[in-house]
């Protein structure tokens, strides 16, 4: 999961909005199914193939959009290429983690991270932005962190998946709202300046005779060039959703893709859910339903503002 754009409808939420957002979090949701499929290959090399692949399916996009004069503006401007450099290792390692995560037998540590992620943002803006935080979402914060403690005590050590998910996703969305170019050019810029390694990686595998891709296992090959698609289809979707949709309702459907990843996690690949898992869970359920709540309530303070507003105007 990568390349959030920021943008969002402030009038209302449309229907094509909708069903783009959606259908971008329901593959997201369904992406553990494709990654334990890839489990018997290593994750840099999962890695590698998904940013090669991604590719072509982002300049589509971009050549159908007519955006590829940002592109090319910006493969000419130092600072925008040092800020997409930065980005594209954050969420490179953000894939690494996930990759391993599902292929390990982590998945509910990785639906732990994405469940974390958007508090973990609002933290990140208190800190490093000085963001106002409301008394509530301190409190979502806090059963959080009560959450993430409660796993490292039970089994002894930080639950390394979940929180390495949480900080790459959460500082690679404050760095990625500092680029100044839009979401589809953004994710094409980074995984332009990652094909150059990625290729490396490949030929280096090829000559020690350790790659999967085309060896004489077509499953192998089909499934990790499949990855372009799994990579680069949902977020161009999101990208396009979230400009039709109200920031609270995007806030709401992000829960989506890791409700999916942890049922998929408990009843799919059955793995083990015990007692700290059974208070940690509700700890953030209950924390995300403190900060959506909170976050509802803002929306609809600010819009009965502004109607007074309107009509005092």
């Known amino acids: 999961m990568s390349d959030r754009p920021i943008a969002t409808a402030p009038s209302g939420d449309s229907l094509s909005g909708f069903l783009y957002a959606m259908s971008a979090y329901l593959l997201w949701g369904f992406l553990p ?4 499929a890839l489990a018997h290959i290593p994750p840099v090399e999962v890695i590698a193939h998904r940013a090669i692949w991604s590719l072509p399916f982002a300049l589509v996009v971009l050549i159908a959009t007519g955006r590829t004069a940002d592109l090319r503006h910006a493969l000419k ?8 450099a930065l980005t594209a ?4 390692m953000n894939w690494g983690i996930y990759v391993w995560a599902i292929g390990a037998g982590h998945a509910l540590d990785a639906a732990l991270g994405y469940y974390i992620n958007p508090l973990f943002s609002i933290f990140l803006g208190a800190v490093l932005l000085r963001e106002k935080v409301s008394r509530a979402q301190w409190l979502a914060i806090a059963l959080a962190a009560a ?24 500082f690679y969305a ?8 839009g979401p589809n050019q953004g994710f094409t810029l980074e995984v332009i300046l990652l094909t150059p390694f990625a290729l490396g990686y490949l030929i280096y595998l090829s000559a020690r005779g350790e790659s999967h891709f085309a060896q004489g296992v077509p499953f192998d090959t089909w499934i990790l060039i499949g990855c ?9 979707l999101y990208a396009n959703g979230a400009k039709g949709l109200k920031l609270t309702t995007i806030a709401v459907m992000q829960y989506i893709a890791p409700t999916m990843i942890f049922l998929t996690a408990v009843f799919v690949f059955h793995e083990p859910f015990g007692p700290a898992q059974a208070i940690a869970f509700p700890l953030i359920w209950a924390a995300l339903a403190i900060y959506s709540g ?8 600010a819009r009965a503002a502004s109607r007074v507003s309107a009509r005092g105007g």
Request: glycine content about 6%; overall charge positive; aromatic content about 6%.
């Open 89 to 92: 290792a954050i969420i490179s």
């Open 294 to 301: 909170a976050m509802l309530l803002q929306a609809r303070n």
């Open 33 to 36: 199914l494709y990654m334990k």
């Open 147 to 170: 959450a993430v403690v409660i796993l490292t005590v039970d089994t002894g050590s930080i639950p390394v998946v979940a929180v390495g998910l949480t900080l790459t996703w959460g």
């Open 77 to 84: 401007t130092p600072r925008m290429l040092a800020m997409a």
């Open 228 to 236: 372009g698609a799994v990579t680069a289809i949902p977020l161009m």
């Open 174 to 181: 404050f760095f990625k709202k500092q680029l100044p170019i």
